[in-house]
């Protein structure tokens, strides 16, 4: 036993009674305490953190009194500490008084006839009345009164005689073997206590436990964290007192649950739920635990994650991007600008211009790096199709659908990047729903009703002129607004000129060709490739040099071997070359190409070419003026 502090109403009797039980239990402390100075002992004693107290009568009560939080237990009056009393007593009279003031004494017809006395048996409760209580016993006749110490002191105020109600070693014993029951019952429980105390601050959630009352039982650390309050000071309280957000009569009506209730909490958005506990239809009190919805989101994103986004990251960053022109490094500059951001973002170019590596490494250089960089092109499926891949479905929404379901892409790079690849192929009705998911920031699956939030980032792409697709109503304008927040032109590869040959240069150097160190470009057909206009880009360039190391016989590269083995329609005449010399920025390059290829399909009718480009025939014979292309 530990921490036991054991009352000795008797001053007499408490050196004998510690000598004999000391050695038995030693963390067992036995002094002398009457009533009156009963709260100057016990202050003392308590801040040794006392956890069991037995005490006699009226001292229990009052400790109980001044400690509801402490175990007592009431020392018994055993029949042997009565006919110790009893024997004592007879010296003084015939017609004994035996008064207590917590219960009364069962069974004195038994010493009335053993003793040959006569018995009077007084309860004096509340003990107020011990006065006027032993006044009645003296009126009565009684020669000598038993009882207490307290009794016995009021008695003495009267000048009549009195015996101690005597505290013998059965009550002592029998009070020790109580103390060892409610001990290993304590420590029992204060095990199982441990466990779930663990357990409730190591869950995420906040945890609040009710008694029937609505008064708070308990407090884990999140839920401690989360109202800025601590266990010890909300313990006991009413919780309508302590958390006000749930004085709502829909949140906190006994026996009524709550399901995903939405408060605001020191300006902390927390979701909660509430649970009556019933045992038999009785009901005990209620469980709330509470989520903070930021946190609810992380962890949600984090599960996304791991189920869905294994395969979905971004391999490629800025250093990734090959060139010293400075053309591809104002663009690097104005896209690592650009990712630092969370706006959405409109990357647009030719064909093979590295539109998707540029998405990859802005989502690398975010601060959504860490999460799922999903791509998905837009003109690769069929439109039914790609509504299904972007927001997914449920069991049952269509013929062919998978049983499980399916996440869509948006649900897989919540917290993420969504890149969206030829995003000019999406049809009306898919240009609808992505609008309502980047206004409303919530996907629902097809064939289901339930609202998914999502947090993503989009990156769209095309090759195509989203301006001129708005003015000919085949792309919506309040889409082409939402997704061009931040516009990235990737230059062409004839606007880099300088950088062609460290391309070439690189193919050749990771290939298996025996010739790989070996190879030289002639400045003839340095010239050529400089002057080719490369319709298809860094694409197109890769698959040429593919070319020369899978047919070329020399590592001599010549102009006339080129000639062989790229598109002629492609070369730049004399007059073009003198042209490409004109220091235009790539913005400008390509107004020059959309110019050149509206002429081109319209057979140099400036009308039609001026209604393809979606200007007027003024503001195109000024550009050809600008350009020297009349």
Same mark, same amino acid.
């Given at each position: ?43 003392? =004693?308590?801040?040794? /953190? ?46 004994? $008084? ?22 009077? !048996?007084?309860? $004096?409760?509340?003990?107020? *009345? ?9 009126? #009565? ?8 110490? +307290? ?21 002592? #014993?029998?009070? +020790? ?62 919780? =309508?007192?302590?958390?006000?957000? +749930? ?12 399901? %995903? ?32 919805? !930021? ?5 949600? !994103? ?6 869905? $986004? ?8 800025? %250093? ?82 998978? *049983?499980?379901? /399916? ?23 898919? #240009? ?44 919506? $304008? ?9 516009? &990235? ?16 240069? &690189? ?20 010239? &050529? ?59 400008? #390059? ?20 001026? +209604? ?13 003026? *600008?350009?020297?292309?009349?």
């Amino acid at each position: 036993m530990k921490n036991v502090l054991f009352l000795i109403p008797i001053n007499s009797m408490t050196e004998e009674t510690r000598n004999r039980y000391s050695q038995i239990d030693p963390h067992v402390d036995f002094i002398f305490s009457n009533t009156d100075s009963l709260s100057s002992v016990l202050n003392d =004693k308590m801040t040794n /953190k006392i956890k069991i107290i037995a005490a006699r009568a009226n001292s229990a009560k009052v400790v109980k009194r001044l400690y509801p939080h402490t175990k007592v237990i009431e020392i018994p009056i055993t029949g042997y500490d009565v006919i110790r009393s009893f024997n004592a007593a007879k010296f003084f009279g015939k017609t004994i $008084a035996i008064i207590t003031t917590t219960a009364d004494v069962s069974g004195l017809d038994v010493f009335s006839d053993a003793f040959n006395i006569k018995i009077l !048996n007084y309860l $004096a409760t509340p003990p107020d *009345k011990l006065e006027s209580v032993v006044k009645d016993a003296l009126f #009565q006749g009684a020669e000598v009164i038993v009882g207490g110490a +307290l009794t016995c002191r009021v008695v003495e105020k009267l000048e009549h005689k009195s015996t101690t109600l005597l505290l013998g070693p059965e009550s002592v #014993q029998r009070t +020790l073997q109580e103390i060892r029951n409610i001990e290993e019952a304590l420590e029992l429980e204060a095990s199982r206590q441990g466990f779930v105390n663990k357990l409730m601050d190591n869950i995420v959630e906040g945890v609040i436990s009710l008694d029937k009352n609505q008064n708070i039982l308990s407090i884990n650390s999140v839920a401690e964290g989360i109202f800025g309050i601590k266990e010890e000071d909300s313990t006991g309280m009413n919780i =309508k007192d302590s958390l006000p957000f +749930l004085q709502n009569p829909s949140s906190i009506d006994t026996f009524e649950s709550v399901s %995903n209730g939405i408060a605001t909490v020191n300006d902390v958005n927390i979701v909660f739920n509430k649970l009556p506990i019933k045992i038999d239809e009785k009901y005990y009190g209620d469980i709330i635990t509470l989520h903070e919805t !930021n946190k609810v989101q992380k962890m949600e !994103n984090a599960i996304r994650n791991q189920i869905y $986004a294994k395969n979905h990251v971004a391999q490629y960053t800025f %250093n990734d991007i090959i060139g010293n022109s400075k053309a591809i490094k104002d663009t690097i500059y104005m896209a690592k600008n650009y990712a630092k951001t969370e706006s959405n973002i409109l990357i647009s170019g030719e064909t093979g211009t590295g539109k998707e590596l540029f998405a990859q490494s802005i989502h690398n250089e975010s601060n959504r790096k860490s999460n799922a960089f999903v791509a998905i092109n837009c003109g690769a499926l069929l439109d039914n199709l790609l509504e299904s891949e972007l927001f997914g479905y449920v069991e049952g929404a269509f013929t062919g659908a998978n *049983k499980k379901g /399916k996440a869509g892409v948006f649900e897989i790079a919540h917290g993420g990047t969504i890149f969206l690849d030829e995003i000019s192929e999406m049809d009306y009705k898919n #240009q609808a729903s992505l609008l309502r998911v980047i206004q409303e920031k919530y996907v629902v699956r097809l064939g289901s009703h339930d609202i998914i939030p999502v947090d993503v980032r989009i990156i769209a792409a095309t090759n195509n002129n989203l301006k001129n697709l708005v003015q000919e109503n085949k792309f919506r $304008a309040d889409l082409y607004f939402r997704l061009n927040v931040l516009n &990235l032109l990737l230059p062409p590869l004839k606007a880099r000129k300088g950088d062609i040959l460290t391309f070439i240069k &690189l193919f050749i150097n990771t290939s298996q060709s025996k010739f790989k160190d070996k190879y030289v470009l002639h400045k003839e057909a340095v010239e &050529l490739l400089n002057n080719y206009s490369w319709p298809g880009n860094v694409r197109e360039l890769m698959n040429i040099t593919e070319r020369i190391l899978a047919t070329s016989t020399s590592p001599i590269i010549t102009k006339e071997f080129l000639q062989g083995i790229i598109d002629p329609e492609y070369m730049s005449t004399s007059k073009d070359a003198n042209k490409s010399k004109d220091n235009y920025s790539i913005k400008e #390059q390509m107004q020059i190409d959309e110019i050149v290829k509206a002429l081109k399909s319209t057979k140099g009718n400036l009308s039609k070419a001026a +209604l393809l480009l979606g200007i007027n025939r003024s503001t195109l014979w000024r550009r050809m003026n *600008k350009y020297k292309l009349n």
